[in-house]
């Protein structure tokens, strides 16, 4: 079972950055591919960001690249989400996710408001 813990969220203004950090334990956290969903109000949870287990390979929503940059160190146990030029339909739950063949785990979200 593995637990992941996000942090980092709150309240900026557009234009401005903020780095998301998920910790993951109680795995072997370099098996996992990992991601970053979100959810904005009243809105399915859309995919953001994904990263491989060797950090090598990255993929992105069309609505963030160039602006958010996913990343991992895989001896902290943590994946990243570094997010600049933020927009205010950015706003959302970000969720942290592990996966792997047959396995799929989800953090608890942090929250994330971008003000105009």
């Known amino acids: 079972q593995v637990q ?32 970053w969903f979100r959810q904005a109000s009243g809105k399915e949870r859309e995919f953001v960001a994904t990263i491989n287990w060797s950090g090598d390979s990255t993929d992105y929503a069309d609505s963030v690249k160039g602006r ?21 339909e950015d706003t959302a739950v970000y969720y942290c996710n592990a996966v792997r063949t ?14 105009s």
């Open 4 to 35: 992941l813990v996000e942090s980092g969220g709150g309240l900026v203004q557009a234009g401005g950055s903020l780095r998301l950090s998920c910790a993951a334990s109680g795995g072997t956290f370099s098996s996992y591919s990992m991601g």
């Open 68 to 88: 958010f940059t996913i990343s991992r160190d895989n001896a902290k146990n943590t994946v990243y989400l570094q997010m600049n030029s933020l927009k205010p």
């Open 102 to 115: 047959y396995v799929n785990y989800w953090g608890q979200g942090t929250q994330v408001t971008v003000s």
